[in-house]
């Protein structure tokens, strides 16, 4: 830390975390406006793991750029497509929803596998974007823009800690805390040992 008090290096708002175990979950701003949003995270609850931590907002042009900073770096390999314009046109003061997700480790290429190619036609049926997907890449190179294809969940566990950077913010860390999925019984005698531990007296 500095002396100031802030992380010395990026994301040190978010260190400690166990990040094998979460991801961060991206609505799109298409699956918002189809009414999809609640199916697709349904989708992915449905497959083992919590989802917890929702936040529906508005998207800023700059955490779009953060988020697709890949695309930034490589935007001379896309050609007939200006990426910021393109980012831009499909987030910037759009509706949004993110959501943490929590599981096993290698929740990542799990989740990321149930999304289904990048490409709504070339993506498997049983998949969200296979099942729910409308757009195509073909429809989008041809337009100039970026396919439409619902949802986003992080690469693996450093693309998680910058999407909650990105998303929520350091204020926001009390969210990755793992849910307690113990029996309430259990959970109040954690919390309250002496209270459920027997009176020596009685044995």
């Known amino acids: 830390m500095t002396t100031a008090g802030k992380?010395?290096?990026?994301?040190?708002?978010?260190?400690?975390?166990?990040?094998?175990?979460?991801?961060?979950?991206?609505?799109?701003?298409?699956?918002?406006?189809?009414?999809?949003t609640n199916q697709v995270l349904e989708r992915i609850a449905a497959c083992g793991v919590t989802v917890l931590g929702r936040l529906d907002l508005t998207a800023r042009a700059w955490?779009?750029?953060?988020?697709?900073?890949?695309?930034?770096?490589?935007?001379?390999?896309?050609t007939g497509r200006d990426i910021p314009t393109a980012l831009d046109a499909l987030y910037a003061d759009k509706p949004v929803t993110v959501a943490l997700a929590h599981g096993d480790a290698g929740i990542h290429g799990r989740l990321r596998?149930?999304?289904g190619n990048f490409d709504?036609?070339?993506?498997?049926k049983g998949t969200i974007r296979g099942d729910l997907g409308r757009d195509s890449l073909e429809a989008a190179l041809a337009g100039g823009r970026l396919v439409n294809n619902?949802?986003?969940?992080?690469?693996d566990p450093d693309a998680a800690r910058r999407d909650f950077g990105t998303w929520y913010?350091?204020?926001?860390?009390?969210?990755?805390?793992?849910?307690?999925?113990?029996?309430?019984?259990?959970?109040?005698?954690?919390e309250h040992p002496l209270r459920h531990t027997p009176d020596w007296r009685s044995a």
């Open 113 to 115: 596998g149930l999304l």
């Open 7 to 36: 992380p010395s290096w990026s994301g040190g708002v978010v260190d400690g975390v166990d990040w094998d175990r979460w991801t961060v979950i991206l609505c799109k701003p298409d699956c918002a406006e189809t009414g999809l």
């Open 120 to 124: 709504p036609t070339q993506a498997a």
């Open 150 to 155: 619902l949802v986003h969940t992080s690469d």
């Open 63 to 78: 955490q779009a750029h953060v988020h697709y900073w890949d695309l930034l770096v490589d935007a001379d390999w896309f």
């Open 169 to 190: 913010g350091a204020r926001r860390r009390g969210l990755l805390t793992p849910p307690d999925h113990r029996p309430p019984h259990q959970r109040a005698a954690a």
